[in-house]
Nanobody, 116 residues
Framework: QVQLVESGGGLVQPGGSLRLSCAAS????????AAWYRQAPGKQRDLVAT???????NYLDSVKGRFTISRDDAKNMVFLQMNNLKPEDTAVYYC??????????WGQGTQVTVSS
C-alpha cells in the first residue's frame, strides 16, 4: 500500500521560506515521477512542480526561480524548497506520486499560509 506523508507547512511572512517534505512508503520515488500540487480555497488544484525518475524538473510559471523540487533517493523523500513566498502562495500543498499512466497516489496535504 502506497502512503505519502507531507510535513513542513506553516505560517510565514511574505518574503520568507519554507521547506516541504514528502516521505513515501510502498513505492520508490526514484522510479517514479513525483510532484507537488497546491489548492487554495475555492480554487482548483494546480500543479506546482514535478521531478521525473531521471531528475528532470518542471515548474508552474509563477513559482519559477523561487521554488525548487528535489529528491533524496537514500531517504526516499521528495522536497519543495519555497523561497520569497508571497501571499498568493497560500494553499494546501499536496505530494503526488505517479503510479501508472492515469493513476497516482496523494498525500494528505500540508497548509502553507503566507501572511504578515
Amino acid at each position: 500500500q502506497v502512503q505519502l506523508v507531507e510535513s513542513g507547512g506553516g505560517l510565514v511572512q511574505p518574503g520568507g521560506s519554507l521547506r516541504l517534505s514528502c516521505a513515501a512508503s510502498g513505492i520508490i520515488f526514484s522510479l517514479r515521477t513525483a510532484a507537488w500540487y497546491r489548492q487554495a480555497p475555492g480554487k482548483q488544484r494546480d500543479l506546482v512542480a514535478t521531478i521525473t525518475s531521471g531528475g528532470s524538473t518542471n515548474y508552474l510559471d509563477s513559482v519559477k526561480g523561487r521554488f525548487t523540487i528535489s529528491r533524496d533517493d537514500a531517504k526516499n523523500m521528495v522536497f519543495l524548497q519555497m523561497n520569497n513566498l508571497k501571499p498568493e502562495d497560500t494553499a494546501v500543498y499536496y505530494c503526488y506520486a505517479q503510479l501508472g499512466l492515469a493513476s497516482g497516489s496523494w498525500g494528505q496535504g500540508t497548509q502553507v499560509t503566507v501572511s504578515s
